[in-house]
């Protein structure tokens, strides 16, 4: 990226620059489903400064070493999804049931003491019910009929591509609500102090599933469903 301002939106700047992510979520700046606005409004979105945060960015940008690189922003249509699928989609499958138990034993031994967790539970369930049910969609139904959109625009699959892009975002939106939820009520995922090493554990791989959900939300939202728009 050879120009970054105040001016340049944060969704295009994760796409740019993929090691932003990190600090936006650091920050708390939302730059998957809230990231079509600029790094001006959603630094004083947070309270902060925001020639500050540009000079965080460019510093990150400054340090990476990109040249001949790839990211997943530049792949073709067909293998963006096949990443999504193999990342992000197959991932979601394998850690949200090895994680469930986990947090059962969490809530069970220190729960009374600490009843966040009650709630920290109830956000799992459902995160993992309606993301469990939203990527099997995306991949047996969403995905293949906006390939087949992206390389055949018929009037039916516009309609339809664009119906569901309207859906999975809104889905997309309540999960950012939720993931934000839970980093407010894990202090930014910080244990307490004695936390004993199931409670670390599942807060190190709580966070870890955040920052993959907003990657994973990020490339869907503004990389493909993005492309399906510009077919629109």
Known sequence: MSQLTLESQVSDIVTALPHSADLFRKIRIDYCCGGKITLKEAAEGRNLNPEVVLNDVKTIEQKIEAKGSLEPAAFGNKTLVAYIQEKYHAGLREELPALAPYITKVVKVHGEGHPHLIRLQEIFRTLRAE??????????????????FLENPTPELREFSQKQVIELEEEHDNAGRLLFELRELTNDYTPPEGACGTYRLVYARLEQFEKDTFEHVHLENNVLFDRVRAAL
Request: proline residues 6%; without cysteine.
């Open 131 to 148: 993301l469990l049910d939203h990527t099997e969609d995306e991949d047996k139904n969403v995905f293949p009929a906006i390939l087949e």
